[in-house]
């Protein structure tokens, strides 16, 4: 390999592990505490004053919980098959689509099916979201609004107002999300529907 494609490479080791940290909303402090690496390395690593050794990767990766490949952007060989992790959280089934961090992060999400639907708990956070009905009808709750929404269905929201997502009768959801951190955004053009019974 070029000595200088692995400088790229290692150059942009910083930048990556310094998203990564403020995505996830850790902070260096808090992050020095829980690896036992000091937080002046640390700082140093993100800015590009200190080289990645794999003694400083490896517990990052595990806080993380990415690859270490992830970290330092190595190019992907072998099999080209992408091996999915789904995460379950609050019921529910997430599928991670993209793996960059910052930025947009792509999810499938499974609502499973329940005898009886259930009742909405909203809940707030920071950014924006914006998914896409694939199957089901979703019952999406914003702030005062109860929507229903079928296949085909798109919307789009801060998530900084009340919100909850569920099933609307009962059966199973499945839905793309697109979730981005504070100010990013994704841009649906709402064109408003014709009236065709006329």
Sequence with gaps: ??????????????????????????????????????????????SGQRRPSLELLLPLARIYDVPLDDLVGAPRTGDPRIHLKPVRRFGMTFVPLSRRPGGVHAFKMIIPARPEPLEPTPQTHEGFEWLYVLNGRLRLVIGERDLTLPPGEAAEFDTSLPHWLGSADGGVVELLILFGLQGVRAHVRNEPRRNTMS
Excluded: C, K
């Design 1 to 46: 390999m070029d000595p200088t494609m692995d400088d790229d490479v290692l150059d942009a080791v910083g930048p990556r592990l310094r998203a990564l940290r403020r995505d996830r909303g850790i902070t260096l402090a808090d992050l020095a505490a829980t690896t036992g690496v000091s937080e002046s390395t640390l700082s140093r690593l993100e």
